[in-house]
């Protein structure tokens, strides 16, 4: 990949990790955005032909205290041309908890595992694909 490109979407990787929580906080404001700024089930905007492949799903288990969260995105990751950038965990208010970055290279699925020490309430998942941007589900703990 060209040096330039890959900076480009490194700035773009990490200035949506700033943003997004902040876009999607606004609670009011949410529907409004979704299917513009972000994308969801309900929501796909311009990219209605492209939910299955880039919606996150999210799985739970709870042990003892421990919550553990799976998010997975079915999409492939096609070296540089097209892959998920990364997920992005976020509390039942909008605020960072954790995040993986893949590496379209060595990583062969975008798959990231989260522990979370006694949570419960709403959290969300953010997909961000490098060439259809970025995808919000939800999942109850």
Not at 10 to 20: C, D
Not at 126 to 137: E, P, Q, R, V
Request: proline share 4%; hydrophobic share 40%.
């Amino acid at each position: 990949m060209e040096r330039r490109n890959f900076i480009g979407l490194s700035v773009t990787g990490v200035g949506a990790s700033f943003l997004a929580p902040g876009i999607v906080g606004a609670k009011e404001t949410n529907q409004q955005m979704a299917g513009g700024i972000f994308y969801t089930k309900q929501n796909p905007g311009r990219w209605s032909k492209k939910i299955a492949g880039h919606l996150p799903n999210i799985e739970i288990e709870q042990l003892d205290g421990m919550v553990k969260v799976q998010v997975v995105t079915a999409h492939g990751m096609d070296a540089y041309q097209h892959y998920i950038v990364k997920h992005v965990l976020l509390d039942q208010d909008y605020n960072f908890l954790d995040e993986k970055m893949f590496d379209p290279m060595n990583d062969k699925a975008p798959i990231s595992l989260f522990t979370l020490k006694n949570y419960s309430g709403r959290i969300y998942a953010l997909s961000m694909c490098n060439k259809h941007d970025l995808w919000l589900n939800s999942a109850e703990v």
